[in-house]
């Protein structure tokens, strides 16, 4: 088993920016690749960015290149995602998520609790 535990959210102002962490526990010595996934209420989850475990391989949604960056640090066995320029759409609760880089909630098999993230206009 593998424990994912997100931090870092709140209420940010638009343009401003938060950095998420994706802290991981347990069975870390197996190396998973992580996403970020977020959901708006009445949405359904959706990809945000994705990361080999290694860190050489990045993945993002359109909406947020540019201005989201995912990282690891396998040290800290944690995974950001900092996020700058943010816009009231960004607002939702974003998931971390281990063992995979793909765009589907399906291949992931282990899910953090999640963290709020407010954008307000």
């Known amino acids: 088993q593998v424990q994912l535990v997100e931090s870092g959210g709140g209420l940010v102002q638009a343009g401003g920016s938060l950095r998420l962490s994706c802290a991981a526990s347990?069975?870390?010595?197996?190396?998973?690749?992580v996403g970020w996934f977020r959901q708006a209420p009445g949405e359904a989850r959706r990809f945000v960015a994705a990361?080999?475990?290694?860190?050489?391989?990045?993945f993002y949604a359109d909406s947020v290149k540019g201005r989201f960056t995912i990282s690891t640090d396998n040290a800290k066995n944690t995974v950001y995602l900092q996020m700058n320029s943010l816009r009231p759409e960004d607002t939702a609760v974003y998931y971390c998520?281990?063992?995979?880089?793909?765009?589907?909630?399906?291949?992931?098999?282990?899910w953090g609790q999640g963290t709020q993230v407010t954008v307000s206009s």
């Open positions: 990361i080999t475990w290694s860190g050489d391989s990045t």
């Open positions: 998520a281990a063992g995979s880089t793909t765009r589907w909630t399906q291949d992931y098999g282990f």
């Open positions: 347990g069975r870390t010595f197996i190396r998973y690749s």
